[in-house]
Structure formats: C-alpha cells, structure tokens
C-alpha cells in the first residue's frame, strides 16, 4: 500500500530524504518512550482490532561500535530488545523491535507501524503526531550536541625555541 501524497509530505521531513518512509517512521518510534507511543496511538478515533503474531518477546542483540568512529568494528556488547508482531482485521502486518524490556511499547509500536501502512483517515493523523515527535527528537539531539560542544578540549603543542 502506498502513503498519499500528504503523507508523503511529511514523511519527508520527519527524518531525511535518503531513506524510505517506513523507516523514518520507524526510527521515530523506536526513540519514542512507552508514553509517547501509548500518547501517538490514542491519538486515533478507534482502536483497531489485531492479533499477535509474535506476542512481545524479551531478548538481547548485539551491539558494534568502530574504532575511532569509521574504523575496524569489534562487538561493544549486548543491549535488552524486545519485539513484535501483529496483523490488522484488514490483514496489514506490523513489526517493532525496541531497546528494553517494555513489552507494551512494542506491541503499540507494532499496531502502529501496521496503521501507517495504510492510507487511511488514522494513518494521517498517526503522521501528524509523527512529525512532532520528530521534530521533539531532533531539539533533544540539538541541546545534547551543544551541551557536548560546550565540553570541547582543544590541544595544542607549545614549541619550545628553535634550537
């Protein structure tokens, strides 16, 4: 199913051009707290019938980091996931997968990556909450940055004559 263009709109803003919709609205609600999820999915006249696929699953992953930033990778080690699983009354399946063990996040989470699928009246106002959410997010990074640039050493080596 495809987003309207209204949606795709949005969409474009939420998170970048060079990646598909879905993910940009994944990536937005997988930074999102349990309640921010919980709050984006009341946002909607009525909740939608599912069942679970996967029931919400607690397990581990793990992470990489590279050295110096752009180097070798090597395991950093292992963080908590939990994720899930649901088809719509319609037959539209979503997936979630979120850091932690909040199980209900990732079963709202993936009722509500199965409603953005469609183009429907909820899927557009579940787009509405999505760009505020992002835009929250992207405040959060631009105060962290700061807040790390502020900390900022410069080194330098003083010369001691020439000879």
């Known amino acids: 199913m495809t987003l309207n263009q209204d949606q795709s709109k949005v969409s474009s803003v939420l998170d970048g051009e060079d990646k598909t919709a879905r993910q940009r609205w994944m990536g937005i609600i997988a930074r999102a707290s349990g309640v921010e999820v919980a709050e ?25 980091g590279r050295a110096g930033g752009a180097g ?43 409603l953005l699928q469609s183009a429907t009246r909820d899927a557009e ?22 807040k790390a640039a502020a900390t900022k050493v410069n080194f330098f080596t003083l010369v001691r004559g020439d000879g």
């Open 40 to 64: 984006l999915l009341a946002r909607i006249e009525s909740q939608p019938s599912y069942e679970l696929i996967k029931r919400p699953e607690t397990g581990t992953l793990m992470l990489e």
């Open 72 to 114: 070798q990778r090597f395991n950093m080690g292992e963080a908590t996931m939990t994720r899930c699983v649901v088809r719509l009354s319609d037959g539209t399946m979503g997936f979630s997968y979120a850091l932690g063990r909040d199980r209900k996040k990732a079963e709202q989470s993936a009722v509500i990556d199965a």
């Open 125 to 146: 106002m579940l787009h509405a909450g999505l760009g505020a959410m992002a835009q929250k997010q992207a405040e959060a990074r631009e105060i962290a940055s700061r």
